[in-house]
């Protein structure tokens, strides 16, 4: 049974890593082919201030366009654009 367990898990991370290398390397020739592999994504943001009766005050913020990148994993710094486009809302807790 602690075979099984082992060899399922230790399959699992090769399929992970075969599946990060090829989103990279999908990713990098994007970049050198120049096919757009960035995006823009608007994000909206707030503060959550907490006040001192245990009520919470709202301060909303401008829209802002966030750089995101076509990709199933995030690389070079940025956030895929899927995941991005789905929490569109910053909620940044004071």
């Known amino acids: ?3 099984i367990a082992v060899v399922t898990i230790l399959g699992l991370a090769i399929l992970f890593g075969i599946t990060y290398a090829g989103d990279y390397a999908i990713l990098r020739y994007r970049v050198a082919a120049k096919r757009n592999p960035f995006g823009t994504v608007s994000v909206s943001s707030y503060y959550a201030v907490q006040e001192k009766n245990n009520k919470t005050e709202y301060i909303f913020n401008n829209q802002e366009n966030q750089t ?7 690389h070079f710094g940025y956030t895929p654009c899927w995941y991005l486009s789905r ?5 940044i807790t004071i």
């Open 87 to 91: 929490h569109a809302e910053k909620q």
């Open 1 to 3: 049974m602690k075979r």
């Open 68 to 74: 995101c990148v076509h990709a199933l994993f995030p």
